[in-house]
């Protein structure tokens, strides 16, 4: 009888820890049984009901909640704050009461939760006595600007966690700064579904593909001034597409700097789940965050054959290579907009190359690699 493992998931919308939560469960079903546990419904139990993955839904919340992209929402979150800790203290402790009623936790070998703004998996940890592995997605405080509505959460969850999962070695290190017990962590990168039918765009125009929510912390401002200072002759040649879920006001103000600006050519659209069919329409894929964990979008776009642009933040030189992607600097529009008109004027056949070195650099991070060491970190776990 396979055991079973119970995912703690933080989010209903499909971003990249989520896709990551759902590859990682759907490929370790030959060894062992997933159970997801979400807090509402959504798109996740939708990708959950497709994969035929097994869920169920209780009332639970995280520990951390985002301070708000405006002054006035987050002057609110401020005096609010100590009722969304008493929010969060009392839907938790009604939640623990409650879960039996939906899974026998007798049954539950061990437990995973997905992101670390969540303690939810480490309260049921401390209350059965079942192993706890957390993944560290992402920083916390200089990507999402989170408030915590635990104090020493740091202290907590090395209290109640066996074995922390890091996406990146950044990421690694900036949580054994916080305090989390660096022998407790283990380096294993994101996995990506891999898409083997892959064709080079061999459009002249450059066509650039932009995934991620459309939020501060993504950086899609720092792609429209890099466009602000192409000349205008190149410019009308590119086309740029954002695609995800939007934060208003921040979309708001893009659209205000793209008409001040008058750009041409920029187009947004809402979250897409099946990313590889509007892949093949761009020939160069783009991240510009300020402190991604992994960025898995990186991945997506070298499987998929598109030339990438990074920052040189976060996780993501470790992702890349200097012969299968560029990295600007962040917050330098002019390097962004050189490396652009760099790509622009460039041979077909020399993007073809580069496009080519991403592919085979996408091959190391497939979900498939990723849910195998998942997995040889459980069977360690559970042998003890």
Known sequence: MKKKILFIANEIQIGGATKSLVYMAKNMHKQYEPIILINKEGQLTKMCEKYNIKYYILNYEGFAVCEGITKFKKVAKKI??????????????????QI????????????????????????????????HI????????????LLYLRKKYITFLNNNTDRFIAISN??????????????????????????????TNTDKNLNILFLGGIQESKGQLELIEALNLIP?????????????????????????????????????HSFIDNIDIIMKDYN????????????????????????????????????????????????????????????????????NKISQNGYERAKEFSDIKNAENIMKLYDEILEK
């Open 80 to 97: 609010l704050f100590p009722l969304l800790k008493l929010k969060y203290f009392i839907r938790n402790k009604l939640a623990l009461k």
């Open 100 to 131: 039996d009623k939906l899974i026998d936790m007798n049954e539950i070998s061990l437990i995973h939760t997905n992101v670390n703004r969540d303690d939810f998996g480490a309260l049921l940890s401390k209350k059965y006595h079942i192993p």
């Open 134 to 145: 957390m993944h560290l997605r992402e920083f916390g405080d200089s990507d999402y600007k």
């Open 170 to 199: 950044v990421i690694k290190e900036n949580f054994v700064k916080k305090g989390i017990d660096k022998n407790k962590i283990k380096v294993i990168y994101n996995g990506v579904q891999l898409n083997e039918k892959a064709k």
């Open 232 to 268: 205008a002759e190149i410019r009308k040649n590119i086309n740029v597409s954002f695609y995800g879920e939007a934060n208003k006001d921040y979309k708001k103000m893009l659209l205000n700097k793209i008409e001040n600006y008058n750009l041409q050519n920029i187009k947004f």
């Open 284 to 351: 160069v894929g783009i991240m510009c965050s300020k402190s991604e964990a992994f960025g898995r979008v990186i991945v997506e776009y070298m499987t998929n054959k598109l030339i990438t642009i990074v920052p040189n933040t976060g996780a993501c030189p470790e992702i890349v290579t200097k012969n299968s992607s560029f990295i600007y600097k962040h917050n330098d529009y002019q390097d962004l907009a050189d490396i652009i008109i760099k790509i622009y004027n460039m041979p077909l056949e020399e993007r």
